[in-house]
T-cell receptor
Framework: AQKITQTQPGMFVQEKEAVTLDCTYD???????LFWYKQPSSGEMIFLIY??????QNATEGRYSLNFQKARKSANLVISASQLGDSAMYFC????????????FGTGTKLQVIP | DGGITQSPKYLFRKEGQNVTLSCEQN?????MYWYRQDPGQGLRLIYY???????QKGDIAEGYSVSREKKESFPLTVTSAQKNPTAFYLC?????????????FGDGTRLSIL
C-alpha cells in the first residue's frame, strides 16, 4: 500500500522568507513519482514540481525546490522568497509505476504568507 | 485550448436522489480520476480509469458509480446510498506515457444536500 503523510496542517511565513513544507511517503515499490500541487481558495489544483525516485538531483522549478531524501522517504517542498500569492493549500502526491497507476494525496498543508 | 471541463459548478441533491457529475477532457489522456475533498481536507480517490471500458475503485468508492464509454468522458454518479455527499469533487486526467507527467484537474463541482 502507498501512503503520503503531511504532518503540518497549517504554516505561517513572513513575506520574502523561505518556508519548508514536509511530506513523507511509504511504499515498497522502487519506482515512483512524487508531485506537489498548490490549491488556492478558488479550488483549482496547480501542479508545481515533480521528483522521480531514480532522479539523481533534487528538482527545482523557479522558486520551488524539492528536498528529496530517499533513505528517509521524505520529499519536502521549499518555497523561497515567499509572496502573498503563495497563500494556499499545498498537497504532496505519489504515483507508483506499473499496473494501475493510482495517485495518492496527502492531507495538505495550509500556508499563510504574512505581509 | 485543451483542458478538463467539469459541470455543473454547483449541484444540489435531494434525499434519495441520484445525481451525475460530468467530466470531459480533450487532452487525449488515457487515465482519468475522481477525487472527493471535504473542507480543510486532502483529496480522497473515489474511482480511476486507465482505459475505456475499464475502471477501478479507489479508497472511498461506496455510494458512487462511474462509467468510461468514451476516452474523453468519465461521469460520476453520486447515488442515494452515499449518505454524506456534501463535498467538493475534482476530476483529473493524465497521460500514462511518461512517469513525470502530472494530473490535470478540472475546476471542480460543489455538491450539497437540500
Amino acid at each position: 500500500a502507498q501512503k503520503i503523510t503531511q504532518t503540518q496542517p497549517g504554516m505561517f511565513v513572513q513575506e520574502k522568507e523561505a518556508v519548508t513544507l514536509d511530506c513523507t511517503y511509504d511504499t515498497s515499490d522502487p519506482s515512483y513519482g512524487l508531485f506537489w500541487y498548490k490549491q488556492p481558495s478558488s479550488g483549482e489544483m496547480i501542479f508545481l514540481i515533480y521528483q522521480g525516485s531514480y532522479d539523481q538531483q533534487n528538482a527545482t522549478e523557479g522558486r520551488y525546490s524539492l528536498n528529496f531524501q530517499k533513505a528517509r522517504k521524505s520529499a519536502n517542498l521549499v518555497i523561497s522568497a515567499s509572496q502573498l500569492g503563495d497563500s494556499a493549500m499545498y498537497f504532496c502526491a505519489m504515483r507508483l509505476s506499473g499496473g494501475y497507476q493510482k495517485v495518492t494525496f496527502g492531507t495538505g498543508t495550509k500556508l499563510q504568507v504574512i505581509p | 485550448d485543451g483542458g478538463i471541463t467539469q459541470s455543473p459548478k454547483y449541484l444540489f441533491r435531494k434525499e434519495g436522489q441520484n445525481v451525475t457529475l460530468s467530466c470531459e477532457q480533450n487532452l487525449n489522456h488515457d487515465a482519468m480520476y475522481w477525487y472527493r475533498q471535504d473542507p480543510g481536507q486532502g483529496l480522497r480517490l473515489i474511482y480511476y480509469s486507465q482505459i475505456v471500458n475499464d475502471f477501478q475503485k479507489g479508497d472511498i468508492a461506496e455510494g458512487y458509480s462511474v462509467s468510461r464509454e468514451k476516452k474523453e468522458s468519465f461521469p460520476l454518479t453520486v447515488t442515494s446510498a452515499q449518505k454524506n455527499p456534501t463535498a467538493f469533487y475534482l476530476c483529473a486526467s493524465r497521460t500514462e506515457k511518461l512517469m513525470n507527467q502530472p494530473q490535470h484537474f478540472g475546476d471542480g463541482t460543489r455538491l450539497s444536500i437540500l
